[in-house]
């Protein structure tokens, strides 16, 4: 079964940094994109931070310049370092992983974390 746990959230004062992490574990053949997600109350899902399958990344306008994406492909982690935090960054954030897993039959598929809190006061 995979699994992708994450780490790292908390709360922290405007100006302040965070960083996350995203395992991926389990029976996983190959992962083809990373990436992260947030979801602030009210609104939808966006996109935040990511992979290529080609190894490159990109980022939301909103936080470009303030937040770094970065993977280890031997531990199938994802790293999120969040710097110049502001109040608006607040939301859960996922992490996502567009893998396949290891057996017969298996396809490639989107998978997310459970999701970790990231509080910024002003």
């Known amino acids: 079964q995979v699994q992708l746990v994450e780490s790292g959230g908390g709360l922290v004062q405007a100006g302040g940094s965070l960083s996350l992490s995203c395992a991926a574990s389990?029976?996983?053949?190959?992962?083809?994109?990373m990436g992260w997600y947030r979801q602030a109350p009210g609104k939808q899902r966006e996109l935040v931070a990511g992979f290529t399958s080609g190894g490159s990344t990109y980022y939301a306008d909103s936080v470009k310049g303030r937040f770094t994406i970065s993977r280890d492909n031997a531990k199938n982690t994802v790293y999120l370092q969040m710097n110049s935090l502001k109040p608006e960054d607040t939301a859960v954030y996922y992490c996502?992983?567009?893998?396949?897993?290891?057996?017969?039959?298996?396809?490639?598929?989107?998978?997310w974390g459970q999701g970790t809190q990231v509080t910024v006061s002003s």
């Open positions: 389990g029976s996983i053949f190959s992962i083809n994109e």
């Open positions: 996502n992983a567009r893998l396949l897993p290891k057996g017969w039959g298996m396809r490639w598929d989107d998978y």
